[in-house]
């Protein structure tokens, strides 16, 4: 068997419910330069099974499963580690390629960027509904130098928290350091953005990934990534400005009571994450009262006035709204687990799992 160019590396822990799927999407567009690597860190459920199953029918794909499960960061780079392709796309356990993906990658790579972003289209978690046709809302393809990295970073940095749009030159991740971002939950924008990259990024905004939003898996740890590890990621960049850093996250989100609301919405914030995660990073005592009276706030009731809020301010930012409509405090959901029913959790979304 030749040596890939590309290596379409995916770690993963109890998806059987999606993975067959994303592999679908994946080897029915793969030739002799792709490769797919799946690490599976321990997963629990049968996606063992459904590996063995889909291993018999594609040589190009390999699958190692790990005694215990490192965290999402450390699975990744052991799959970036055991890949053998020139190139690594990080995709998503749950997500899925458009016909023709594969072919629009290899293409780009063969003009020698080091870097690729690839944009995708967002749809419910069931795939049934399209929520936003890009994601990254730019429509035409965009080339970036070494010299342009502040102006990557500012572009794209939030789109990239979704860890399956990133296809890098191998040699680049294994030269970088790695290890610091273990428990991130972004091992990826670490190393992107440590320091400027060698050569070219290349962004492609046709959507050639399906979003399965909604799907995340990490929810119940959505205060923690979104107030504390994603804005200390981002502020660790030195050679990046703060005045571009602010553009994608404040420095210390959880101190403003509006981006807590909007935590509380979505149920990313409660009493057991007050207590858990943020009483400890508040030294004044208003401060803990406001925190505590946040967490304490219906959430039915914040969730119906943000709902509004965005409606009426912010039309067309879909995602958030989805976010809104996908929390066990939307109104819907809320009754329907009054009635017995089954409220659909919350839906933030890096697309990938913890």
């Given at each position: 068997m030749s040596e890939p160019t590309l290596s379409i590396c995916i770690a993963t822990r109890n998806r059987a419910a999606f993975i067959g799927q994303t592999l679908d999407s994946i080897l029915a567009q793969i030739t002799d330069e792709v490769e797919v690597v799946v690490v599976d860190g321990a997963s629990t459920d049968n996606t063992e099974q459904v590996m063995r199953a889909y291993l018999q029918r594609c040589p190009r794909l390999r699958y190692l499963r790990l005694v215990e499960n490192g965290g999402i960061d450390r699975d990744y780079?052991?799959?970036?580690?055991?890949?053998?392709?020139?190139?690594?796309?990080?995709?998503?356990?749950?997500?899925?390629?458009?016909?023709?993906?594969?072919?629009?990658?290899?293409?780009?790579?063969?003009?020698?960027?080091?870097?690729?972003?690839?944009?995708?289209?967002?749809?419910?978690?069931?795939?049934?509904?399209?929520?936003?046709?890009?994601?990254?809302?730019?429509?035409?393809?965009?080339?970036?130098?070494?010299?342009?990295?502040?102006?990557?970073?500012?572009?794209?940095?939030?789109?990239?928290?979704?860890?399956?749009?990133?296809v890098i030159r191998r040699d680049i991740w294994l030269m970088r350091e790695r290890e610091r971002y273990y428990g991130s939950a972004f091992i990826h924008v670490g190393v992107i953005f440590q320091e400027p990259l060698p050569g070219r990024t290349l962004f492609i905004s046709e959507p050639w990934i399906v979003i399965r939003y909604g799907n995340a898996s990490w929810t119940a740890r959505a205060f923690d990534i979104w107030m504390v590890q994603w804005p200390r990621l981002i502020w660790s960049f030195p050679h990046l400005s703060d005045a571009a850093k602010r553009r994608i996250t404040r420095r210390e989100p959880w101190r403003?009571?509006?981006?807590?609301?909007?935590?509380?919405?979505?149920?990313?914030?409660?009493?057991?994450?007050?207590?858990?995660?943020?009483?400890?990073?508040?030294?004044?005592?208003?401060?803990?009262?406001?925190?505590?009276?946040?967490?304490?706030?219906?959430?039915?009731?914040?969730?119906?006035?943000?709902?509004?809020?965005?409606?009426?301010?912010?039309?067309?930012d879909e995602l958030m709204r989805v976010n809104f409509r996908a929390s066990r405090f939307y109104y819907r959901n809320y009754l329907s687990s009054l009635f017995g029913g089954r409220g659909r959790g919350s839906a933030g979304r890096h697309g990938s799992r913890s």
């Open positions: 780079d052991r799959a970036v580690l055991e890949a053998q392709g020139k190139y690594c796309w990080l995709f998503s356990d749950d997500d899925l390629l458009k016909p023709g993906a594969i072919q629009a990658a290899l293409h780009a790579i063969a003009q020698g960027y080091c870097l690729l972003i690839v944009n995708a289209e967002a749809r419910s978690a069931d795939l049934s509904t399209l929520q936003q046709a890009r994601v990254l809302p730019i429509g035409e393809d965009r080339t970036y130098g070494p010299q342009d990295q502040e102006r990557l970073f500012v572009d794209a940095a939030k789109y990239m928290s979704f860890l399956g749009c990133v403003s009571k509006v981006v807590m609301l909007l935590s509380r919405a979505v149920d990313g914030y409660s009493m057991q994450a007050y207590r858990e995660r943020y009483e400890p990073l508040l030294t004044s005592r208003c401060d803990r009262l406001f925190a505590r009276l946040i967490a304490r706030t219906p959430g039915v009731a914040v969730n119906a006035a943000a709902l509004l809020a965005f409606r009426l301010a912010r039309p067309h």
